[in-house]
């Protein structure tokens, strides 16, 4: 099976991390608009993927073992990702505005990424301290993300949906 690369679950969300850091560095070197196109929608499409896995799986499986605050700021900073995917993927990368969405996303998920993933205090830290089977875990998330995958070959997937922010219209 496919999750057996990834140790656990914590391995394998990592492994999502390295992808996305990847994907925006490729987008810095892009020159054509096509790749930046792309590039942008790959990103897009492996960070809704993962933003799923992670609120759907991973969160509620720590919820009340970690400090909630955290995971509490991880659905929120998901959020404003969530805003910036759409507005990217609604976009082309001609028009104004759209390298510096790009950027910022990439701004705001390596922040994200950091708290995650910091040594001592982070979210991942203190998951492993929990009594929750890590393995289990990463199987229920790799069937999951592949679902999710096959949706964004077959035709996509539906826009990012914010859960805890509140949208306000235009007027």
Same mark, same amino acid.
């Given at each position: 099976m496919p999750q057996e690369q990834f140790t656990d679950a914590i391995a394998l969300l990592k492994a999502d991390h390295r992808t996305v850091e990847e994907l925006f560095e490729q987008y810095e070197k892009a020159r054509s608009s096509d790749r930046k196109q792309a590039l942008a929608h790959q990103i897009c499409d492996e960070l809704k993927i993962?933003? %799923?896995?992670?609120? /759907?799986? *991973?969160?509620? +499986? *720590?919820? =009340?073992?970690?400090?909630?605050? @955290? %995971?509490?700021e991880?659905?929120?900073?998901?959020? =404003?990702?969530?805003?910036? %995917?759409?507005?990217?993927?609604?976009?082309?990368?001609?028009?104004?505005y759209y390298d510096a969405k790009v950027k910022v996303l990439s701004e705001e998920i390596e922040h994200h990424v950091h708290e995650e993933e910091e040594r001592s205090t982070g979210m991942f830290a203190q998951c492993r301290k929990t009594d $929750?089977?890590?393995? $289990?875990?990463?199987? /229920? @998330?790799?069937?999951?993300?592949?679902?999710? $995958?096959?949706? +964004?070959?077959? =035709?996509?997937?539906?826009?990012?949906?914010?859960?805890?922010?509140?949208?306000?219209?235009?007027?």
């Open positions: 993962h933003t %799923i896995i992670e609120e /759907e799986i *991973f969160y509620p +499986a *720590f919820k =009340g073992k970690i400090e909630d605050d @955290m %995971i509490d991880a659905v929120v900073e998901h959020d =404003g990702a969530k805003v910036l %995917i759409n507005e990217i993927e609604s976009s082309e990368p001609d028009e104004h $929750v089977d890590l393995v $289990v875990l990463r199987d /229920e @998330m790799a069937r999951r993300k592949e679902e999710l $995958v096959a949706q +964004a070959k077959a =035709g996509g997937l539906p826009p990012a949906q914010p859960s805890a922010l509140k949208l306000v219209e235009e007027a």
